[in-house]
């Protein structure tokens, strides 16, 4: 069983940086591959970026590009979303999930497994 936590949240002023990670903590050796997607309130959930599970593609919503980063460590069950550049619209809450689908997908409805969330506020 995927039983994703997220950390890293946190209140940012605007520019500013986060690190957010995810952790498997069912420890599988289910393969997939992870992303990230954020809601802010009053908003649908939406994509932010997913990574393939050998980590060679990754996919960025246009918003965030050259302004996040996303990683994994297979070894540690860990993905990471290094937020730098950070902007007011950016606040949302953060949630990491996990697919079948081994390069990874845009689309929310092909993510099995979600973490909890974390809040990430941009404000000054």
């Known amino acids: 069983q995927v039983q994703l936590v997220e950390s890293g949240g946190g209140l940012v002023q605007p520019g500013g940086s986060l690190r957010l990670s995810c952790a498997d903590s069912?420890?599988?050796?289910?393969?997939?591959?992870m992303g990230w997607f954020r809601q802010a309130p009053g908003k649908e959930r939406e994509f932010v970026a997913s990574?393939?599970?050998?980590?060679?593609?990754?996919y960025y919503e246009d918003s965030v590009k050259a302004r996040f980063t996303i990683g994994r460590d297979n070894a540690k069950n860990t993905v990471s979303l290094q937020m730098n550049s950070l902007k007011p619209e950016d606040t949302a809450v953060y949630y990491c999930?996990?697919?079948?689908?081994?390069?990874?997908?845009?689309?929310?409805?092909?993510?099995?497994?979600w973490g909890q969330g974390t809040q990430v506020t941009v404000s000054s």
């Open positions: 999930a996990a697919t079948r689908n081994l390069r990874g997908s845009m689309s929310k409805n092909a993510y099995s497994y």
């Open positions: 069912g420890r599988t050796r289910i393969m997939y591959a």
């Open positions: 990574l393939s599970w050998d980590g060679g593609a990754t």
